[in-house]
């Protein structure tokens, strides 16, 4: 009996301490609001159910999260195929360092240099220097310095200038760019240029009045020494090995044309190829192939792998003007092409040069050791619209493909690492 009664009694006990812990932290101590009582109230540094301890007021909808916290902000994506400049360009240069690789170009319009990381939707502007209508340039190795072309008024042929990015003290102002272009012109009887394979050389083909002549210089315009003449004014120019410069004569349907290898430090020549009928030509970096292209039979074009030591051609697999094309710095027996995804009837490659026709193109790699055919980008697909390429070009370590529309002359990068 009496223990019965004390468990009663301690029953009672604990339902009176119940009621007042109810009494004080219910009534007494109502729970805190989810909205905000403005900048009157003081912070606790407390903030109830994850609202900003600000002034502003916020209404929860939804299912609302006790613990609930900024979302984390997410990088944009590189895509794989890449536009650049949507305006025309005046020539590029791509380098890579050890952690990324970097593009510079020229504005056609205004001159402007710009910048482009692999790792970075960010544009940046270098240059505001007025040098307008650029139309090409080679750069130096560290994308320091170009030689460019430019179409001024009253001239019937471009004009050649040498420029170099100096940087520049920042002022208070935004406005001001990192550098500037200073440089000088060069003789204004300059047809053709083109950079050595380590970028710190320039050939200069010189327009003599009924003959031309061969010089080479260093990218800044000093040393320069003439290694040859000819009788041959209509030539393009490449250096793609150290020991080799590729003079290829100005393709036309109604003409044989030639490929010659010129060596940079004695001006001999060799023949290479011709005569053969719209040849048009790219070397590779070790000038032991060289894809070409010539007119065909029923308005058509054909592309080969030439092998220059073997003297002895296979049939490319692909169509294309070889001047579509570019071969790899790093892996020097593959070439990249933008290929016509359907064969246009024409005379080539004439048709192509005075755009009369215009291509839809898709972006192919050829082997040249084994033969093997691989499409990389059917760019089409990739981009808003349709792409005509040509002006092609790589990094150093064969990471990135540059490009031009021909048909608007907008700038483009595809990832060839993404894109196999």
């Not at 010659?260 to 040849?279: A, C, E, I």
């Not at 990094?395 to 990832?415: I, Q």
């Amino acid at each position: 009996m009496k223990i019965k009664t004390l468990l009663i009694f301690i029953g009672i006990i604990l339902l009176l301490a119940a009621g007042g812990a109810y009494w004080y932290f219910f009534l007494q101590n109502p729970a805190p609001s989810l909205t905000d009582t403005g900048s009157n109230s003081q912070s606790t540094g407390f903030t109830p159910f994850g609202r900003p301890s600000t002034g502003t007021t916020q209404t929860p909808t939804g299912n609302t999260s006790a613990t609930s916290t900024p979302a984390p902000v997410v990088a944009k994506p590189i895509p794989t195929l890449r536009l650049l400049s949507s305006t025309p360009i005046g020539g590029y240069g791509a380098s890579t360092t050890a952690s990324t690789t970097i593009v510079r170009w020229v504005d056609r319009g205004r001159g402007n240099v710009y910048e482009a990381h692999e790792n970075s939707l960010d544009i940046t502007t270098l240059s505001n220097t007025v040098l307008p209508r650029m139309y090409t340039s080679v750069w130096n190795k560290n994308l320091t310095a170009f030689i460019g072309s430019l179409l001024q008024d009253g001239k019937e042929a471009p004009s050649t200038v040498r420029a170099s990015l100096v940087p520049q003290a920042q002022a208070s102002t935004s406005s001001i760019t990192p550098y500037a272009l200073k440089g000088s012109a060069l003789p204004d009887n300059i047809i053709g240029y083109a950079d050595s394979p380590k970028m710190d050389k320039v050939f200069m083909l010189m327009d003599l009045g009924g003959y031309a002549g061969g010089y080479v210089a260093s990218v800044d315009g000093s040393g320069m020494k003439q290694i040859f003449t000819t009788p041959l004014t209509q030539l393009n120019v490449d250096w793609p090995s150290d020991n080799v410069i590729a003079l290829t004569t100005k393709g036309s349907a109604d003409e044989g044309g030639f490929l010659y290898f010129v060596d940079p430090k004695t001006g001999s020549w060799t023949k290479v190829l011709g005569p053969l009928p719209g040849l048009s030509a790219k070397v590779s970096r070790d000038a032991k192939y060289a894809v070409i292209s010539a007119a065909g039979d029923s308005n058509n074009v054909l592309t080969s792998i030439y092998n220059i030591q073997k003297k002895t051609g296979i049939d490319a697999a692909i169509r294309t003007i070889a001047d579509k094309c570019v071969w790899g710095n790093f892996y020097k027996n593959l070439v990249y092409c933008g290929v016509p995804s359907q064969q246009i009837s024409g005379v080539y490659p004439d048709d192509w040069y005075k755009g009369t026709i215009s291509f839809t193109d898709k972006i192919w790699q050829v082997n040249a050791d084994t033969g093997e055919v691989h499409l990389i980008s059917t760019i089409v697909d990739q981009s808003d619209r349709i792409i005509d390429s040509f002006n092609f070009g790589l990094d150093p370590k064969d990471n990135y493909l540059f490009f031009m529309n021909k048909n608007d002359l907008s700038f483009w990068s595809l990832d060839l690492v993404k894109g196999q």
